[in-house]
């Protein structure tokens, strides 16, 4: 049985495991030690594993009105945060996601396809290639035209936290062989380089906010970073 209360805390812990995990790539502070760091990871996966279905999949997110939000993301979160803490396909977890992710249908949302095509890449790029590749050319293909992504297939405006797992998803679609356009590239540096606030930070709505906050920086940062390894300052490359 899975209640409904535990759905946001799979989100919170996917996350979360995620960004302790980084943790481990930094000099631990004096007063977290290693060890604790890795028991908080080990118990963040053991929390993982108890909450996936027999299917393979997890809980989706829902609105208060029952709604579900975004499906099947919350399967493919958790599965990149797994892949992250040095899981493999070889992982009956893992796995078991996999051929659900393998067999679901299609999203129609950034998020969602952008998490499935980061998680094609890291666990068995070789098996899912052509996954991989419908994936990017759906990212490739929705792009707006100010360079971004918006939430849907059909969106008109765009918004820097989708626009920044759609860059990241290809370009780790890109360093498995799939060639992207150079224009993706191209559009998506003028996108980024036009919202940058004078304190060389990014918003979430650059209309709405003139002092990007330290959160808004670092997600951003991300991804304009993916996109200067790929166009050297220039905006193209393509092709590996």
């Given amino acids: 049985m899975f209640r409904h209360t535990s759905i946001p805390s799979v989100f919170t ?4 495991t995620l960004i302790t995990l980084c943790a481990l790539t930094k000099t631990t502070q004096a007063d977290i030690t290693a060890q604790q760091v890795n028991s908080a990871i080990e118990k963040g996966v053991k929390f993982l594993r108890a909450q996936q279905k027999e299917d393979g999949s997890y809980p ?20 990149l945060a797994l892949l992250n803490c040095g899981y493999d396909g070889q992982d009956q977890t893992i796995s078991k996601a996999l051929k659900y992710i393998r067999s679901a249908p299609a999203s129609g949302t950034t998020y969602v396809v952008s998490l499935q095509l980061m998680v094609f890449c890291q666990a068995e790029p070789q098996k899912d290639k052509l996954h991989i590749k419908r994936l990017a050319e759906w990212l490739v293909g929705t792009q707006t035209e100010s360079g971004g992504w918006g939430y849907l297939e059909q969106s008109v405006s765009s918004d820097p936290s989708n626009s920044q797992f759609a860059l990241l998803a290809l370009y780790e679609a890109e360093r498995q062989g799939i060639l992207i356009p150079n224009s993706t590239w191209t559009k998506a540096e003028q996108y980024w380089t036009s919202r940058q606030a ?34 050297g300052g220039g905006g193209g490359g393509g092709g590996g």
Wanted: charged letters at 15%; hydrophobic letters at 30%.
């Fill in 60 to 79: 989706d997110f829902t609105a208060p009105n029952g709604a579900v939000l975004f499906p099947n993301g919350v399967t493919s979160l958790t599965t």
């Fill in 13 to 16: 812990i996917a996350l979360t």
């Fill in 198 to 231: 004078a304190n060389g930070g990014w918003n979430y709505d650059c209309l709405l906010y003139t002092s990007p906050s330290p959160r808004d920086q670092r997600g951003s940062g991300m991804a304009w970073s993916g996109c200067k390894k790929k166009g």
